[in-house]
């Protein structure tokens, strides 16, 4: 494995009973690599996702993480957890904590953290997505923009070496996807490696590393920015960025 | 003044048993408690053996009367260990009320967003500890409403200990009005009392109801 590289997917499978959702999907992400995944829904980028921090079990296939095979059957899944953030679409905060329990009890209840410092660090996290001042509120005292920064306040929190990010601003309106994705080019300026399942063409354009087109549970293409949405080289894209194109999502 | 004193005896009289009962249902709800999250989560997260078990508990103890618990736990069950009435009933009445319980914890479980389980495993939390921090403390505040009026169930049930010769309300009641020949005064005040339990039971839980009310 090179050096850079810190999650490898090799021939990923994975079927729901007689559906093929993943039909081997190879990808190698390198250290503070941003990839941007598009392509029609139901083609598997969430699944692939899911795959990833293993919410999903894949069927056949191995991946990687650093120098785990985190597929391998006696891995330790909650160990491996801890070193991929994810972000929901529905931004799944934990409704009876404010955004500051949020961010601090996997501090607390995984990684063993002390309260006072669990408090501090989470503080601080708040202050990179800049909720610090709404550490008190609950979720449902939030915006949609504001729950998905505490979400990926809370990812942040466990340190990770990877995030991931599941359609991240699908679910917002669409004056508040900004604030949600400038938390992210940030992260994205910080060095963070980062894989993000998106719609948003213009933030794949500008802060994509590699943009990768899937589509029937395999990466039909992939490439950087420029040339992906310049020079498109499959039928497919060119059909997929046309549809896109024509969308009101793009700015 | 010769009646307002006679009503302020039976109540005296009465007191004693108040307690008794106020204990009797302290016990069986916090057994019923321990027992209905346990059986809840058992059958909501359990293996295909524990969520039987727990299955049949609820099933099996809801489709026998009570009274009928009371009777196997005193007459079976404490001549081999030591209960006194008291006991017998309280732990009766907590068994039976862990089945109602039950179904009140998962009908909660199953309402707690999918989503809440997910994002826990996703922070490194095992299945355990996402079931204790995340789940249940919500479950246990949807629960509030079903669980009130649990507790009243619980409290007018509690009566059926009579049956063994606990000397809660009722039984008292009883005896008031085979000695003074004025049932409706004995078994009056013993309704008198039910209600007021009854009353601040509930207005106590829609408090606390309201105090940890999840926003959703």
Known sequence: MNDRTILRIDKLHKSFGSTDVLRGVYLDVGLQEVIVIVGPSGTGKSTLLQCINLLTKPTGGSIWLEETEITAPRADVDRIRQRIGMVFQEFNLFNHLTALGNVTIGMTKVLGMKSNEAREKGMSELERVGLSEHAAKYPAQLSGGQKQRVGIARALGMDPHIMLFDEPTSALDPELTGEVLNVMRKLAVEGMTMLVVSHEMAFAREVADRVVFMENGVIVEEGPPDEFFATPRSERTREFLRIIGSSPGER | ?216
């Open chain 2, 1 to 216: 003044m010769e009646g307002f004193n006679n009503i302020l005896t039976m109540f005296r009289f009465l007191l004693p048993g108040l307690w008794v009962t106020l204990s009797v249902t302290a016990i069986a709800l916090v057994l019923g408690f321990g027992l209905g999250t346990v059986m809840a989560v058992a059958r909501v997260y359990g293996g295909p053996l524990s969520s039987r078990l727990a299955a049949a508990y609820s099933i099996i103890v809801r489709a026998v009367p009570v009274v009928v618990i009371i009777f196997i736990l005193f007459f079976v069950i404490a001549a081999f260990v030591d209960l006194s009435p008291f006991l017998s009933g309280a732990l009766a009445l907590g068994f039976a009320s862990g089945a109602y319980q039950t179904e009140i914890f998962r009908g909660a479980i199953l309402s707690v967003p999918r989503g809440q389980m997910v994002a826990a495993r996703a922070i490194g939390m095992n299945r355990l500890k996402a079931i204790r921090s995340i789940v249940l403390p919500q479950a246990i505040r949807i629960a509030i409403p079903a669980w009130s009026n649990e507790v009243t169930l619980v409290l007018k049930d509690s009566t059926l200990v009579f049956v063994i010769g606990v000397p809660e309300i009722l039984r008292r009641a009883q005896y008031a009005s085979a000695r003074t020949l004025e049932p409706f005064l004995a078994f009056g005040a013993a309704a008198v009392l039910y209600l007021l339990m009854t009353f601040l039971a509930s207005r106590l839980l829609d408090v606390i109801e309201q105090r940890t009310k999840l926003m959703m």
